[in-house]
């Protein structure tokens, strides 16, 4: 029957090339050596702050002030657990704001109760409902530190995480921005989270590794973001007034943020000119330039994912709308990059569009025209290639189910959520709903 097969298989590739064996060839070995040269690249990530340890150890520090932000909303179950692992962080010399954009839960009251006394901790209760970036703005307004960390109200950090990106941030002056690592907080409580853990591990330790050789980390993720001062300050009233299509647009909080890091000296001097007025232009004025961007893998930061379907569509809806404005804005730009890494972020930009189509119609191609072996073979061997990445990246994980099943639901079912999100761009509205873990 394994013999039948394989001959089977050869007589479909036979028929399948029929005279173009050079093109698919040649197709193939351009894919090979693009994956080939990206997994090269991968193993030149050295984490940030290992080379601030070995470089900074002879030099004095000055242990900067960091203000950590976090804005919060109906997140009464999350929220505690968020701002007491900003008091428990190893780096002392800080202050903390928490911004509640007016909570219609228990979230208030449950602040003032954990943390009202707390002269550690500085709460802004605001009177109405006005979005994460406004929210954040005031909060940043009123700030001192010389280095900002925000986090998200569902997460938390590592104790030294913040000692860790300061360590950096002082070992290396031309580093604007840097994000830390994710996990799942939540990553045991079904097989859902399990691969959702395995997503997040792929995205940081393969995108954000990437890109961080050169330097061009174009996204500086919501659980664990840090930026210089005078990276940033100056265009926050862009940040918190984005529009797209003539409407404020409430999502791609941190896409825009690390693209005022990653290019400055292009934006730059269009926002200082529009938002001349607002006191974070005209109270400190930083030079623009464009900064180096950085991810440190040791920084950790958990948070707490979808535990159903919906909750994660709801979630990729979310993100791929951030994603589709991200396109007119840090791909306006990115192409002033490095070439690998520029190359990287249009050509996954075309695979998010073009991917879904592609599969569904070779699968179709392949069921109609009778190449059954062939099918069976292209997903034994899509299965194995999962499997193989999943152990490049999560050596522990020896569970082979979650890659495969996490792949192909990803690739399958949510890469299709990018065209219902371009459709319903103009719906801007997201809830979620945070459950208590266990």
């Keep these: ?60 520090e000055k242990m900067p002030l960091v203000s950590f932000f976090v804005a919060v909303r109906n997140d009464e179950v999350a929220i505690v657990d968020c701002v007491k692992s900003m008091l428990k962080q190893t ?77 950096i941030f002082e070992n290396e002056p031309d580093v604007g ?11 045991n ?68 943020m690390t693209g005022f890091a990653l290019s400055g000296s292009q934006i730059g001097p269009r926002l200082k000119k529009q938002y001349s007025n607002s006191s974070f232009v005209k109270d400190e004025n930083y030079p623009d330039r464009d900064w180096d961007v950085l991810y440190c893998n040791s920084a950790k930061a958990w948070t707490i994912v979808p535990d159903t379907i919906g909750g994660i569509i709801s979630q990729k809806i979310r993100w791929n709308k951030s994603f589709i404005r991200n396109l007119f804005f840090t791909g306006t730009f990115y192409w002033r990059k490095p070439f690998p890494v520029a190359l990287y972020y249009y050509l996954q930009i075309i695979f998010v569009f073009a991917y879904p189509l592609l599969i569904t119609a070779l699968i179709g191609f392949l069921i109609f025209n009778g190449y059954s072996e062939l099918l069976v073979f292209s997903l034994a061997l899509y299965g194995l290639i999962s499997i193989l990445m999943n152990s490049f990246v999560v050596s522990s994980n020896t569970n082979y189910l979650e890659p495969i099943f996490g792949s192909l639901m990803y690739h399958l079912i949510f ?21 208590k873990e266990g």
Aim: hydrophobic residues 40%.
């Design 1 to 60: 029957m394994g013999i039948t097969f394989f001959e089977n298989l050869i007589s479909d590739v036979e028929r399948l090339t029929n005279g173009s064996e050079n093109l698919i060839l040649g197709i193939c070995f351009l894919i090979i050596f693009l994956v080939s040269s990206f997994l090269i690249i991968i193993r030149r990530y050295v984490d940030p702050y290992e080379i601030a340890t070995a470089e900074g150890k002879s030099k004095k």
């Design 415 to 435: 890469q299709w959520l990018i065209f219902y999100s371009m459709i319903t761009i103009n719906n801007r509205d997201w809830k979620r709903e945070i459950k």
């Design 91 to 167: 780096y002392r010399n800080r202050e903390i704001f928490v911004i509640d954009d007016y909570s219609e839960d228990n979230t208030s009251t449950i602040l003032k109760k954990e943390f009202g006394e707390n002269p550690d901790v500085n709460i802004i209760y605001l009177k109405e409902n006005v979005g994460k970036k406004r929210a954040l703005a005031k909060a940043i307004q009123l700030s001192k530190g010389e280095l900002f960390a925000f986090t998200d109200s569902d997460s938390v950090w590592e104790k030294d995480a913040i000692e860790r990106v300061v360590a």
């Design 189 to 256: 409580t079904n097989f859902l989270t399990k691969i959702q853990n395995t997503w997040y591990e792929k995205q940081y330790r393969l995108r954000k590794g990437f890109e961080s050789v050169f330097r061009s980390v174009s996204c500086v993720s919501g659980p664990l973001a840090c930026y210089r001062r005078k990276a940033v300050y100056n265009y926050i009233p862009g940040w918190e007034n984005d529009q797209f299509l003539g409407r404020e647009f409430k999502f791609a909080t941190d896409r825009i």
């Design 177 to 187: 921005a840097i994000s830390g690592h994710c996990n799942a907080k939540n990553a």
